[in-house]
């Protein structure tokens, strides 16, 4: 029986702002889209500790944009990304169904931008437990993250649901015995099973 379903946040709960910005820069200056997400994500977001609150935002974004030799306003991108960040209605509904039957996880590599979208959007409140990669000092796809979450949620890994866009963090939730699901679009085949085990 399943008791929990942990849900990434960027990609899966909100579109995610990140994506599009890394998209944004590619365009913009010519660049491979595969070399900025190495040089964003890789060496400065995670790279720097940022995501784990261990640099700040322009530490890691200046880095970033000096590596892809660019010149741009880390300030002027932290608004629009944030702009970007919007929530996915269909999911977020589902979701608010699912809560009669388990409860609800949030497992996010995320940063102060989830505080500033909380201020918005108000979305905590949809969570039993919510497990932000810079309030626990650990990110995914490292087992610490999602053992820490199932211990708090008092869930062993079989009674458990995972949700994410990142394929790698799918495989790491999948080695520890989690149903693990890559999901992309909401009406894709791997939803569909998801929302299947879900209501088992
Ligand atoms: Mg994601």
Partial sequence: MIKAVMLDFGGVYFNDGYH?????????????????VKVILDDFVYGTGFVIGKANEEEALT?????LGIKEDWRKWHKTILKWYTPK??????????RNDMKICMLSDQTDYIMELEEKYRFFK???LSIISTQVGTAKPGRKIFKTAL???????????????NPVNVEAASGIGIHAFHIRDFESNNFKKFKSLAFL
């Fill in 63 to 67: 880095g970033a944009f000096k590596k």
């Fill in 126 to 128: 949809d969570f039993d």
């Fill in 151 to 165: 211990n708090l949620l008092k869930v062993k890994p079989e009674e458990t649901v995972f949700v994410d866009d």
């Fill in 20 to 36: 599009r910005f890394i998209s944004a820069i590619a365009e913009k200056y010519s660049i491979p889209r595969e070399k900025v």
């Fill in 89 to 98: 209605k269909k999911l977020i509904d589902f979701v608010r169904v699912l």
